[in-house]
Structure formats: C-alpha cells, structure tokens
C-alpha cells in the first residue's frame, strides 16, 4: 500500500461522451453501493484516498487509465451516483473541478445543517478543506496549479480529498490524496498516497527535512515586521552573486549569510525569481507580524497567505538563517502496480492480484445485467 503522496497524468482535452459519462454513474452506483453495504462508509472513505485504489475503481468504470480526466469525471460521477442518497448511505461528497470547487466550503456547511452536525465539526471540516488546498498550492510549490478539489467525509466524520493540478507547460496534471485517520500534521508530510511518471523541480516545504524552515519562518513572522523587513532587503540587495560571507546581527543571535557562488544562484530554485519590491507582500508580512501566528501552520492558514509569501520566508530562512528546505519533489512512484519493464519498480504481483480480486467480487455482487457484469470481468481478467 503507498503510504505518501501524489500522482501525475497527461493533461486530457475534450470532454467525456455522454453515454461513456451515463454508464460510469450507473456502475459506479452500483458499486458504492456494495461497498458500503460490506464494508460501511468509512471504509469507502479510506479507500477513496488510496491513489491506487481510485486509480483502479476508474479504471473499473472504463476511463483511460492514465489521463486527468479520470479524476474530474471519476469524482463527478460518483457524486452523481449517490445523489439523493447521501444519507442512507452515510457518505457525502463537496465539490469538484473548476468553480464547483469553490463551493466545496459552502456544500460541507449545507450538509452539516442537513444532518443537524455541531457547529464545530462542520468548522473543522471546512478548514481542512480549505487548508488541503492551501498546502498543495503554497508549500508544495512544484509547478502544477490545482483546478479541482473534492472533499469526501462519512457521517462519523472521516473524511478525504482528492485534488488535481495542471502544468500547462510540460501538459501533464497531478492528483494528490488525503486521509483524516493518516493525517497527524496538516504541514507536514500530510498526504495518504504517491503515483507519478514525471518528476519536477519543487519547493516541498511539507518535508521533514523542510522542519527547520517551518520553524525558522514562524520566527521571523512572530517578530517584528521591522526586522523581517532587513532580512528580506537583504535578499533583494544581494539577488546578484556573492562573493564573500556577510555576518548579520538579529537581537542576540548572530546569523550567517549563506555564501552561494555564481552557479548556485543561476541554478537556485527560488532565486532566480524576482523579488524587488512588492506592495503586496509587504501588505501580507505586515498583517502576519501584526497577527503573530502561534505556529506555521496558523501561518498558513492567515487570508492572503500564499505561495509567494511562503516563498519569501522559505528564502530567508535559509539564506540568511541557514534553514534548508527541501527541493526534492515529494512524488515517488509511477504506476499503481508497477512496470512490466520494471521501470520505476516491477510488477507488484500481490497487490496487482488483490485489486483485481476485489473488483471482481465487488461486480459480482452489483445488480448489473450478466453481459455487462461479464464485459466488465473480462477486462479485469486482461
């Protein structure tokens, strides 16, 4: 089972044809259904931030296998399946691609008035949707910009995201999966799984290597805007070049100026971007020096807060405090079970056999036509 991370597709064109989209809800219906009746809610749940589970149940429901497109319709149909059913079942689902994605914090907040559910449940649910989205855009910084989010929870209040970004300059997408039961720190290393056939450069501040930039940044906002401010004309000042260490006094620390040769800073991933001066920024680092977060990620969390302002206090950190983050892209694998080349590992027979076992029991035990069920064990069989 993979434990951490995200999975990465061609980006699709087009749309879905209607009757390909009308049969995905049919059996996707039939399927939630028989897993929730032999398994129960939070069980579907749990396997929804599987990225090879979904990967597979797609699959299952005839998307192609390896496009973005299997995670916008897959989601949507599901949705669409269980509609009107969302109680009796005791699952529900918010959100989606595009504009629907923003309802997500508005359909939770609907559901929560529906099912009577306390005020702070529902305040919880809504801001670990929203912060998802927020680590996936702001901490893990590797290029792809999320345009679909959907949040998943059970009527006992496990809940899952499941959230895809695009690159429009290599033309892939990347779906990254969330768990509840999994999550013991929503800044740090917070995803339940890992697919992907490209890697990126990236700024990955959700690492455990990337811990003393999270704690040097929550510093730096928990001081004085004054001081924050030196620090990053610093690197305004010094975005050409260094030749030499330059010693900095900051209140009775002294800290050291990284010294970076030329290479360094031509191939830097956050260096070669521009930061002189931006009104905006500083509007932003005025209001969280005002605020003084608790932790980073209170930091996070702040309205205004993003990549950016992430960015900059990530700079910092380490170039004039020493504080390293991690470049390293947080993807690990690239297929669900493997390669027949062994490319990135071989085939993994065990789980490769127990996904398609437990497809097949579960068409079996639907309420579809014997041809369709027998279509359907057919190409699982292949």
């Known amino acids: 089972m993979i434990q951490k991370g995200v999975a990465t597709f061609t980006l699709d064109s087009g749309k879905c044809p209607r009757w390909l989209y009308e049969r995905m809800v049919r059996l996707g219906r039939e399927m939630v259904y028989v897993i929730i009746d032999e398994y129960g809610p939070d069980e579907f749940v749990k396997r929804i931030a599987d990225p090879v589970w979904f990967q597979s149940l797609g699959t299952v429901l005839a998307f192609d296998w ?77 290029g792809f910009q999320i345009y679909h989010h959907s949040f998943m929870f059970s009527k006992t209040g496990s809940w899952a995201v499941v959230q895809q970004g695009m690159n429009t300059e290599n033309l892939t997408a990347r779906r990254y999966h969330w768990y509840s039961q999994k ?100 509007r932003i680092l005025v209001k969280v020096c005002d605020q003084k977060p608790k932790n980073y990620e209170k930091l996070l969390s702040l309205e205004g807060v993003g990549p950016k302002t992430m960015r900059a206090l990530s700079l910092v950190s380490e170039v004039v405090y020493g504080a390293k983050p991690s470049y390293e892209d947080p993807a690990r694998y690239s297929f669900a079970h493997g390669g027949k080349d062994a490319t990135p590992y071989p085939v993994d027979r065990q789980t490769y056999d127990a996904s398609i076992e437990f497809f097949s029991r579960i068409v079996q035990k639907t309420k579809l036509p014997f041809y369709e069920k027998r279509n359907i064990l057919a190409k699982l069989s292949k």
Not at 118 to 124: A, F, L, T, Y
Not at 260 to 270: A, D, G, I, S
């Open 183 to 282: 999550i013991t720190d929503l800044v740090c290393e917070p995803h339940s799984g890992i697919i992907s056939q490209v890697r990126v450069p990236a700024l990955n501040l959700t690492a455990k290597t990337s811990d003393n930039t999270r704690k040097v940044s929550t510093e730096l906002v928990q001081g004085s805007y004054v001081s924050l401010m030196k620090d990053i004309q610093i690197i305004r000042k010094h975005s050409s070049p260094l030749s030499r260490m330059v010693s900095l006094k900051s209140g009775d620390a002294e800290a050291t100026f990284l010294h970076l040769e030329n290479r360094e800073f031509k191939t830097h991933p956050v260096l070669g971007e521009d930061f002189s001066k931006s009104k905006y920024l500083e």
């Open 66 to 142: 390896n496009a973005s497109g299997l995670t916008t319709i897959l989601t949507a149909a599901l949705k669409e399946a269980i509609r009107g059913r969302e109680k009796q079942l005791g699952i529900f689902i918010c959100g989606g691609k595009g504009k629907t994605s923003r309802k997500t914090p508005d359909e939770i907040k609907d559901w929560g008035t529906a099912l009577a559910l306390p005020g702070q449940k529902v305040e919880n649910l809504v801001y670990n949707s929203k912060m998802a989205a927020k680590v996936d855009s702001a901490l893990v910084q590797d």
